[in-house]
Every structure is written in structure tokens, then in C-alpha cells.
């Protein structure tokens, strides 16, 4: 069974157990400006921006949950109509991913389910490095997935590598740090790190596999 079809029977599981499967109320998924995403955020880099990634945004009986994506697409149906997609399609994966952020949300069972705005990402990366600091001191970490704000607070107390799978990312230098590539690089630079930090693009692009069962530490 792979990750997809594993989340998709615990999700029919606990969908069976709230009995919300006949539920009528439909779950919409639209895509985000840029400004409705993040707002207005110091730095002008982050792939949200560039118009590399957008922001899936569910809606479930008021409750929101989001996933980040490279493959938009528009869904609007009932539960069960939601657990009938083809989870092969990279389309419907971030489809499935903010509809499943949206009912676990409104379930009571998850919190945070929408992406930090404007002067939130610099506070987020000061509290990882704050963290990381005090459990790993002198780590090597890979980051998986270019984030500005975060890369740019840790570089200046680790030593730090970086994935990308944007090829205009790739072999460029940022914040100090080289970019490389997520696929051809993947296994050196997980050789080298005491510890992998892993964006949540990865859910939605399949490639979260890469990294689950690495035997290091791995935050996501």
C-alpha cells in the first residue's frame, strides 16, 4: 500500500466514524492569490511569489485547510465523491491534501492548517532556528525545499545544504547557500546531514516517500 491509498482508507475510516460520508455540504477548493497566500512578506523569493507554487485552499463547513502545489486544479463535491479521486493524478494529490487539512480541522483533530502571512515566516524560521539550536547544536542540516526565511536563519549557525526541485532554483547560489538538485543530489546530501528539514510541499508532490524512512531525525 502506498502513502496515498494508506491515507485514504484512515480517512474513510474516520470518516465512517463521524458518519459525514452522505454529508451534503460540498468542500471547495479554489486557488489563491499571492496576497490572499502570504500577504506581504519581507522577503521577495519565496516560490508562492514567483508564481512557482500555489496554495490550495478547502473549505469545509467553515473550517480551511491548504497545500502547497505546482499542479493546480479546482474541486467541488460532496465526502464521498472526495474519497473517489484518483490519488495517482499529481492534480488531485494537493486536492485531497487541503480537503483532508479542512475535515480534520473541522473534526477537532488538527490545528494550524493555513500558511503564516506577511511577517509570520520570519517569526517561523526564528523559532525553528531557536529550536534546532537548543536539541542540535552544530547539526548539518539538509533542507528539503527552497524557503528563504527559513534558509537565511539557519545558515548563520549551521553548516546547511539545500534541495530544489526547480530547475531555475538549481545550481543557483541563495542566501550563501548553492542550490541542488532534489533528485540528482537527494542521496549525498542526506548522506552528509545529521538531520533532514522538510517542507510541506513534499505531501502534495509525492515526494515525501524520499524521506520517511531516513535513520536521522526528520521535521517536516
Known amino acids: 500500500m502506498n502513502l496515498y491509498d494508506d491515507l485514504k482508507q484512515k480517512m474513510i475510516e474516520l470518516i465512517d466514524k463521524h458518519d459525514i460520508k452522505e454529508d451534503e ?21 519565496f516560490p508562492l511569489l514567483k508564481g512557482k507554487e500555489v496554495l490550495m485552499n478547502a473549505n ?14 479546482i474541486f467541488e463535491g460532496s465526502i464521498e465523491e472526495l474519497m473517489d479521486l484518483d490519488l495517482n493524478d499529481n492534480h488531485n494529490k494537493p486536492l485531497f491534501i487541503a480537503s483532508l487539512n479542512a ?24 523559532e525553528i532556528k531557536n529550536y534546532l539550536k537548543k536539541e542540535y547544536k552544530d547539526a548539518k542540516i539538509a533542507l528539503v525545499g ?8 539557519l545558515r548563520k549557525d549551521f553548516k546547511i545544504r539545500v534541495l530544489d526541485l526547480d530547475q ?6 541563495k542566501y ?3 542550490i541542488e ?28 516517500v ?11
Open 103 to 126: 475535515i480534520l480541522k473541522h473534526l477537532g483533530l488538527i490545528e494550524s492548517t493555513i500558511h503564516c502571512k506577511n511577517e509570520g515566516p520570519e517569526v517561523c524560521s526564528e
Open 25 to 45: 455540504i460540498s468542500i471547495t477548493t479554489k486557488i489563491l492569490s499571492t496576497k490572499e497566500a502570504i500577504g506581504e512578506t519581507k522577503k521577495k523569493d
Open 181 to 208: 538538485d532534489g533528485k540528482k543530489d537527494r542521496e549525498d546530501v542526506m548522506n552528509w546531514a545529521d538531520l533532514a528539514l522538510v517542507t510541506g510541499s513534499t505531501i502534495a508532490n509525492g515526494s515525501i
Open 176 to 178: 550563501g547557500v548553492m
Open 210 to 220: 524520499d524521506f520517511m524512512d531516513l535513520e536521522k531525525p526528520v521535521y517536516y
Open 60 to 73: 469545509y463547513k467553515g473550517s480551511i485547510g491548504q497545500a502547497f502545489t505546482d499542479h493546480p486544479g
Open 168 to 173: 531555475d532554483n538549481i545550481g543557483e547560489e
Open 146 to 153: 527552497f524557503q528563504p526565511s527559513i534558509l537565511d536563519s
